[in-house]
C-alpha cells in the first residue's frame, strides 16, 4: 500500500508529495543532480564487491581536511550524484567519491558533478561501490 511521505521543495520551481511504496521502511535521503535534488533509497548493504562497472555512478561525499589527513565529512551537505534513472550508463551501484574542501566551506555550495570538478579540491575515488538506487 502506497504510503503518503511528507512535502518536499524539488527544485526552484514547484513542490512535489513523495508517494512511494515503502515495504522496506527505509529512509529517504536527499541529493543534488545538476542543482535539482532528488531523493535516494538509504541502504545499509554495506560494500557491495563486484568488479567496477565500464561507466560508474559517483556519488560526491565531502569531508573536511586533505587526503592524506581526513576529516569529518560535512554536516548538512547533500551527496552530489554523478548520474541518475533516466541517464545513459545509470544503475544503482554507486562509487564513494570524497571530495576534501576547507574548514570555512559552505555546505551546498557544490550542487553538480560539473561544480565539484571544476572545483579543483582534492578527488579521491575510494574504489568502494554501495547500492543507492535514486528514487
Not at 502506497?2 to 527544485?11: F, L
Not at 538509504?42 to 567496477?52: C, E, H, L, M, Q
Not at 571544476?118 to 538506487?133: A, D, E, K, M
Request: net charge negative; glycine share 6%.
Amino acid at each position: 500500500m502506497p504510503t503518503t511521505g511528507p512535502i518536499y521543495r524539488v527544485g526552484a520551481q514547484f513542490t512535489e508529495q513523495l508517494n512511494y511504496s515503502n515495504p522496506l521502511n527505509r529512509p529517504v535521503e536527499t541529493v543534488w543532480y545538476r542543482y535539482e535534488m532528488y531523493f535516494q533509497l538509504a541502504t545499509d548493504y554495506g560494500v557491495v564487491f563486484i568488479d567496477p562497472p565500464q561507466v560508474s555512478v559517483e556519488e560526491y561525499l565531502f569531508r573536511y581536511g586533505t587526503p592524506s589527513s581526513p576529516g569529518a565529512f560535512v554536516s548538512d551537505q547533500y551527496p552530489v550524484m554523478s548520474l541518475i534513472p533516466g541517464s545513459y550508463h545509470y544503475q544503482p551501484i554507486c562509487e564513494e567519491v570524497w571530495v576534501f574542501v576547507p574548514q570555512d566551506y559552505r555546505p551546498n555550495h557544490l550542487k553538480s558533478q560539473q561544480d565539484v570538478l571544476l572545483s579543483n579540491y582534492p578527488i579521491v575515488h575510494t574504489g568502494q561501490y554501495f547500492v543507492r538506487p535514486i528514487l
